[in-house]
């Protein structure tokens, strides 16, 4: 059978493992309606998994390249997952969904349901902007005369690093921010470069495109 159905603290883990790439067939539409008629019966929460290497709708997470960016996070187990609950949720089944979030990564909940927009624009959307901050400086590296792995890796470590810093500390990042930049050095001639080009605009005019985008896909999915 494709879909393998447990519960956890009245939290249903419905497991989709066809042993290929997780295609629906008619079989498997029809065990899924009878898991969820038994999900209903049992007033029990739903999570939707594939099996660990393979995404229900059949993504390869060993092909990532070509992937969803969630499922790289998970396989690095560094995710960062807002969720909302409505109140059909108790708090032992909020729990559970936590639990199973945190094992790939931080876990969050928001307020309201339209808070996971905002979530998609920072957080959902936010890998890519990171690989576009990655490529910009890994290119002009090697234009200022470093060979391509050497501007990758200082790039790469430059950035871990100062994530780590900051998910260790309590302090504000503008506080950081001015920890790491001496007055008068090279840091500040940067910062000023980027300020002067109202950097701090140019994310909110892309976050709120990423915002307003998933607003419309949420009205189109519920026409």
Same mark, same amino acid.
Not at 51 to 72: I, M, P, Y
Not at 124 to 130: L, T, V
């Given at each position: 059978?494709?879909?393998?159905?447990?519960?956890?603290?009245?939290?249903?883990?419905?497991?989709?493992?066809?042993?290929?790439?997780?295609?629906?067939?008619?079989?498997?539409?029809?065990?899924?309606?009878?898991?969820?008629?038994?999900?209903?019966?049992?007033?029990?929460?739903?999570?939707?998994m594939g099996?660990?290497?393979?995404?229900?709708? =059949?993504?390869?997470?060993? $092909?990532? !390249?070509?992937? %969803?960016? #969630? /499922?790289?996070? &998970?396989?690095?187990?560094? *995710?960062?997952?807002?969720?909302?609950?409505?109140?059909?949720?108790n708090?032992?089944?909020?729990s559970?969904?936590?639990?199973?979030?945190?094992?790939? =990564?931080?876990?969050?909940? $928001?307020? !309201?349901?339209? %808070?996971? #927009? /905002?979530?998609? &624009?920072?957080s959902?959307? *936010?890998?890519?902007?990171?690989f576009?901050?990655?490529e910009?400086?890994?290119?002009?590296?090697e234009?200022?005369?470093?060979?391509a792995?050497?501007?990758?890796?200082?790039?790469?470590?430059?950035?871990?690093?100062?994530?780590?810093?900051?998910l260790h500390?309590?302090?504000?990042?503008?506080?950081?921010?001015?920890?790491?930049?001496?007055?008068?050095?090279?840091?500040?001639a940067?910062?000023?470069?980027?300020?002067?080009?109202?950097?701090?605009?140019?994310?909110?005019?892309?976050?709120s495109?990423?915002?307003?985008?998933?607003?419309?896909?949420?009205?189109?999915?519920?026409?």
């Open positions: 059978m494709a879909l393998h159905l447990e519960f956890q603290d009245n939290v249903a883990v419905l497991r989709h493992d066809d042993g290929k790439r997780n295609v629906f067939s008619p079989e498997s539409i029809r065990d899924f309606n009878d898991a969820l008629d038994e999900i209903e019966a049992k007033k029990a929460a739903l999570m939707w099996r660990e290497d393979c995404f229900s709708a =059949g993504f390869d997470l060993k $092909v990532v !390249k070509s992937g %969803d960016a #969630d /499922a790289a996070a &998970a396989m690095v187990q560094a *995710g960062a997952t807002g969720l909302f609950a409505s109140k059909a949720l708090v032992n089944q909020k559970t969904i936590e639990g199973i979030f945190n094992a790939v =990564g931080y876990a969050c909940w $928001v307020n !309201k349901e339209d %808070d996971i #927009d /905002a979530v998609t &624009a920072v959902g959307s *936010g890998p890519a902007y990171f576009l901050i990655y910009a400086m890994q290119k002009v590296g234009e200022l005369g470093l060979d792995e050497t501007s990758a890796q200082l790039t790469l470590n430059t950035a871990l690093g100062a994530a780590k810093l900051a500390s309590d302090q504000k990042p503008e506080v950081l921010r001015k920890q790491v930049t001496s007055p008068g050095g090279t840091t500040q940067a910062i000023e470069s980027f300020q002067a080009q109202k950097i701090e605009n140019v994310f909110r005019t892309a976050m495109s990423a915002l307003n985008r998933a607003q419309e896909m949420s009205d189109d999915f519920s026409k």
